[in-house]
């Protein structure tokens, strides 16, 4: 069994700044990706961030320059540093990870869902 626990959501204001943890727990052999996702109401679920194995990440364009991913492998934790926050950045915000377990299966696995508000 693997679990992704989030936390580090909450309220801020416009401007501030909030970092996300997710660590990933259970009979894991390995972890590939990892990243975030976020989904505002009535929107689709998007991705913010994702990180390789050996450290590549790719942003999606809107948080590029404020957001920051980054992972520490011995803890299997990621995380989303997220700076200069704006209310529309407001959302859910969802860890995943593609992670092989004990038996050598690799499916993603989902966290869920730490809530970030950013009031104007």
């Known amino acids: 069994q693997v679990q992704l626990v989030e936390s580090g959501g909450g309220l801020v204001q416009a401007g501030g700044s909030l970092r996300l943890s997710c660590a990933a727990s259970g009979s894991i052999f390995s972890i590939n990706a990892m990243g975030w996702y976020r989904q505002a109401p009535g929107k689709q679920r998007e991705l913010v961030a994702a990180i390789t194995s050996g450290g590549s990440t790719n942003y999606a364009d809107s948080v590029k320059g404020r957001f920051t991913i980054s992972r520490d492998n011995a803890k299997n934790t990621v995380y989303l540093q997220m700076n200069s926050l704006k209310p529309e950045d407001t959302a859910v915000y969802y860890c995943?990870?593609?992670?092989?377990?004990?038996?050598?299966?690799?499916?993603?696995?989902w966290g869920q869902g730490t809530q970030v508000t950013v009031s104007s």
């Open positions: 995943a990870a593609d992670i092989t377990i004990a038996t050598m299966a690799s499916r993603d696995y």
